[in-house]
């Protein structure tokens, strides 16, 4: 049971990055899905999270409007759509899956966790 997180990478302020997490060794139709991230010398906070059909989602107030969270099934991906960066979006990002199919903003509601892509938004 693995998830691995990419798409992390040094951006300018206002650009964007797409985020991916892709499962193996479990099938992601049973899972909500939620991304989280931890800034230097911060706790890591919640972000975006998706049910398992991808018709729910919930966001961090700090990226409403600007990160779209979205899921294909098919390929077992979840993606985290970012745009308009900013500095304070720097962090390691990681994804985390929830069995289950409602989706949650608490991390201790989730079940695996992948090990982070690191996004660097330089101002």
């Known amino acids: 049971v693995q998830l691995q997180a990419s798409g992390g990478g040094l951006v300018q302020t206002g650009g964007s990055l797409r985020l991916s997490c892709a499962a193996s060794?479990?099938?992601?139709?049973?899972?909500?899905m939620g991304w989280f991230r931890q800034a230097p010398g911060s706790e890591r906070e919640f972000v975006a999270t998706?049910?398992?059909?991808?018709?729910?989602?919930g966001y961090a107030e700090s990226v409403k409007g600007r990160f779209t969270v979205s899921r294909e099934n098919a390929k077992n991906t979840v993606y985290l759509q970012m745009n308009s960066l900013k500095p304070e979006d720097t962090a390691v990002y990681y994804c985390?899956?929830?069995?289950?199919?409602?989706?949650?903003?608490?991390?201790?509601?989730?079940?695996?966790w992948g090990q982070g892509t690191l996004v660097t938004v330089s101002s």
């Open positions: 060794g479990f099938s992601l139709d049973d899972y909500a």
């Open positions: 985390a899956a929830r069995r289950g199919e409602t989706y949650s903003t608490l991390q201790a509601f989730y079940d695996y």
């Open positions: 998706i049910d398992w059909s991808g018709e729910s989602t």
